[in-house]
């Protein structure tokens, strides 16, 4: 599926992707408005919807309640270069969760498509072409 990209006034940059529009803005400080995700957010949530995806898979197949269970992403930033150089991702289990699944519960968040691609991304050509 390609992804169409347009744009709207200020910062606004939307992707159409099939039948969906993805809306992005930048934050005011960033000469937006702020009135949506900016598109790096949307990168960082990806990989926690990801691994949340596979987990609730994985509940799901085994009849274990995911209603409780919630996935925390956090990030790790040099605080000089302000570059994220690392992100966490803690599931937080309710205290009834099944003890035999818990590490397994941890590799099924681990085989989230989106950390495999930045484990080994992709060539990323970028170019002009005519209309």
Known sequence: MDIEVYFEEGAKVNARMG???????????????????????????????????????????????????????????????????????????PDDFPEKYREAVIKAADQCAVKRLLKDPPAIEVRTVQA
């Open 19 to 93: 039948k969906h529009v993805i809306k992005t803005d930048q934050k005011v400080h960033g000469g937006g408005e702020d009135s949506a995700p900016a598109p790096f957010d949307y990168f960082l949530a990806s990989l926690v919807t990801c691994a949340g995806i596979y987990v609730k898979v994985f509940c799901d197949k085994r009849g274990i309640d995911s209603s409780e269970i919630r996935i925390i992403q956090k990030h790790r930033n040099d605080p000089q270069s302000r570059r994220l150089v690392g992100i966490d991702l803690d599931i937080v289990l």
